[in-house]
């Protein structure tokens, strides 16, 4: 048997795939029971393995308007990526499985991260603090701490294990005129995504997010994936950033998909197979 092919890394960033499905249910009962309650055992056994396979973020979950079942990959190599999608499909439950919608992205730092340039300026301008000071060098390193660290959570980032509920939808920015985004400088673009942050992390302590870029990769520019434990949450959120004018001015937004997710061993009985 040939090797499975590996090693197509991004020069930075990971790989993001989110696959939703719908069950193909006069296939799925047209199958024998013995069939399909081992096709059921052999898939949520492959979840159990998946899940603990080293460097694979794998989170399934099940949906409730748009889709039946989903999940959300995380992986530094583009080939597992690739291979995990071909290992549902392959399944007896994947055979199953109709595609509803997909996406693919890859992880980033955000070109409006705050930099040296802007945290310096905060310490003299507002802070009123001496360059020379220690203080000064003391509040420095920490914030250039805290932007690596942020970064680094961005680019590589670790999916949270505690929040039950996923929303996930794809974005762009608008390109017409008189709200075309592209026509605006960098540091136009900066101040509203300042803006941006600060009103979504009022909300830091019920929900957490993950964007991904995914111009020229997919058909929108980015795929944002909200976890909560509280559907209000995430519909808080979007509502109070539709508000903000990076949004109501410059955002687009394409279908919204909501998932719960569970255990291997809950398939059955969360899909009423």
């Known amino acids: 048997m040939s090797e499975q092919p590996r090693g197509l890394v991004p020069s930075a960033g990971w790989a993001v ?9 006069a296939r799925w009962q047209g199958l024998p029971a013995a069939e399909r309650a081992a096709a059921v055992d052999a898939f949520a056994g492959w979840l159990d393995r998946s899940l603990v396979e080293e460097g694979l973020q794998l989170l399934p979950f099940a949906g409730i308007t748009k889709c039946d079942v989903g999940f959300m990959a995380v992986h530094p190599d583009l080939w597992r990526v690739q291979q995990l999608t071909q290992e549902i499909a392959a399944s007896g439950f994947g055979s199953c499985l109709t595609p509803v919608y997909s996406f693919l992205s890859l992880t980033e ?48 980032p670790q999916l949270p294990d505690n929040y039950p509920i996923l929303c996930f939808y794809p974005m762009a920015k608008s390109r017409r005129e008189p709200n075309n985004w592209y026509r605006l400088s960098f540091e136009e673009r900066k101040k509203y995504m300042i803006a941006h942050g600060e009103a979504g992390r009022r909300f830091a302590d019920r929900v957490t997010q993950l964007i991904a870029t995914s111009t020229g990769i997919d058909d929108w520019e980015w795929g944002v994936t909200l976890f909560s434990r509280d559907l209000k949450a995430i519909r808080d959120i979007v509502y109070e950033l539709r508000y903000d004018p990076a949004s109501t001015l410059y955002g687009l937004f394409g279908s919204f998909y909501i998932g719960i997710r569970f255990q291997p061993r809950q398939l059955a009985v969360v899909l009423k197979l």
């Open 109 to 156: 730092a955000s070109e409006y991260i705050t930099n040296e340039v802007d945290w310096a300026k905060l310490l003299i301008t507002e802070q009123k603090l001496d360059p020379a000071a220690p203080e000064f060098a003391a509040r420095f390193a920490a914030l250039r701490k805290r932007t690596a660290m942020y970064a680094e959570s961005r680019i590589h």
């Open 17 to 25: 795939v989110h696959l939703f499905y719908r069950v193909d249910r």
